[in-house]
């Protein structure tokens, strides 16, 4: 069909997301070595344009809001022309690797994400 897989933009928004938290200096690789994973637990896309193949994709990745035990993000996905082509939303759980059991957001990345609120 000459246009992306649906099933591809779930990879893309993780991609935003890994690079959100790297942005603020935390790797999702050390969070998951230290016990923590972020299952995927809503997912919500909406589809503006179609991605052809070759495209240049950005993807803009914001967070919703101050995360508790889950964390939101609200992501566009933008081609070369910045043309919106996706609208998406995620929910993901804090859970820790060896209970399988919901914990709350890591001290660590609430403090990033509290001064970087206090900055703006």
Excluded at 40 to 68: C, G, H, M, N, Q
Excluded at 89 to 114: E, G, Q, R, S
């Amino acid at each position: 069909m000459g246009v992306v897989y649906h099933g591809n933009y779930a990879q893309y928004l993780e991609l935003g997301r890994v690079e959100w938290l790297r942005s603020m200096g935390i790797s999702y690789k050390t969070m998951e070595e230290n016990g923590i994973m972020l299952p995927v637990i809503s997912l919500e896309l909406k589809f503006k344009k179609p991605a052809v193949y070759d495209d240049l994709i950005t993807v803009v990745t914001k967070l919703k809001k101050i995360p508790s035990v889950k964390i939101e993000f609200d992501y566009e996905i933008y081609n070369e022309a910045n043309d919106l082509l996706v609208e998406a939303h995620t929910v993901l759980a804090f859970m820790d690797a060896k209970t399988k059991k919901p914990i709350k957001c890591p001290d660590y990345l609430m403090n990033k994400l509290l001064n970087q609120e206090s900055d703006t």
